[in-house]
């Protein structure tokens, strides 16, 4: 059975920082695209990021763009999201989702697999 576990969640400052995990079992994730999408209070989730199964793409919405990298290490079948300069507008619920042979894509029904989410909260 295929899991994603996300992880790195949690309280922090505005202007902190979080590094988020999302690390896969049941499978070998080496030909997938990884995205992380979050998702607020009363609002549609939204796409942050994603990488290509082969790692050499990567796209960025434009509110994290110069803040947020995403990276992948295959052989921890792993996707991480480093997030800096964070601000209250950030605070969300962060999912990981992997969809085989990916490009990266905004699409959410594009994926195949999903984490069941971390909490990430910004104060100000």
């Known amino acids: 059975q295929v899991q994603l576990v996300e992880s790195g969640g949690g309280w922090v400052q505005a202007g902190g920082s979080l590094r988020l995990s999302c690390a896969a079992s049941?499978?070998?994730?080496?030909?997938?695209?990884w995205a992380w999408f979050r998702q607020a209070p009363g609002k549609e989730r939204e796409f942050v990021t994603a990488i290509s199964w082969s790692g050499r793409s990567t796209y960025y919405a434009d509110f994290v763009k110069g803040r947020f990298t995403i990276s992948r290490d295959n052989a921890k079948n792993t996707v991480y999201l480093q997030m800096n300069s964070l601000t209250p507008e950030d605070t969300a619920v962060y999912y990981c989702a992997a969809e085989h042979w990916g490009e990266g894509t905004r699409d959410r029904a594009r994926y195949d697999y999903w984490g069941q989410g971390t909490q990430v909260t910004v104060s100000s």
């Open positions: 049941g499978r070998t994730f080496s030909s997938v695209a």
